[in-house]
C-alpha cells in the first residue's frame, strides 16, 4: 500500500508542476486561430528550409555516400570470390544518392515554399 501512495503523490505532483508551469495560448484579439498558425509557419519556414538544407540532406547524403562505397566494396570481393559482379545493390544506392543530392534544387518547389 505504501508503494501505490508514492505513486499517487509523484503523479500529483507532476499533474500540479504541469498546472503551474503550463501557459494557455490564444489567438490574437480577433480569435484567428487559423491565421495565427499560418503567420507562424510563414516566419519559421525559412529556417526549416535552411535547417533541412544544411543538415539533414547533407547527413543523409553522408550516410548513402557510405553505404554506396561499402556495397561496390563487397561487390568487387564477391566479383573476386565468384567472378560474378552484382550491381543492382550499388546501382539502388547510387540513384538514391544522386536523388538525395540533387533533391535540394527542386524539393521546395515542389513543396510550395
Known amino acids: 500500500m505504501k508503494a501505490y501512495k508514492k505513486i499517487a503523490l509523484v503523479f500529483c ?3 500540479l508542476l504541469t498546472l503551474l508551469f503550463s501557459m494557455t495560448a490564444f489567438a490574437a484579439g480577433s480569435g484567428d486561430v487559423a491565421g495565427a ?3 507562424t509557419w510563414t516566419d519559421a519556414s525559412s529556417q526549416i528550409k ?3 538544407n544544411k543538415v539533414v540532406f547533407p547527413a543523409i547524403d553522408l550516410i548513402l555516400a557510405v553505404f554506396f562505397f561499402a556495397k561496390l566494396g563487397m561487390a568487387y570481393f564477391d566479383y573476386r570470390k565468384h567472378g560474378q559482379f552484382e550491381w543492382a ?6 540513384a538514391c ?3 538525395t543530392l540533387t533533391a ?8 510550395g515554399m
Do not use: C, K, N, R
Open 37 to 39: 498558425i499560418e503567420s
Open 13 to 15: 505532483l507532476v499533474v
Open 50 to 52: 535552411t535547417v533541412v
Open 104 to 111: 535540394p534544387t527542386y524539393i521546395w518547389t515542389i513543396l
Open 89 to 94: 545493390g550499388p546501382a539502388i544506392l547510387f
Open 97 to 99: 544518392l544522386v536523388f
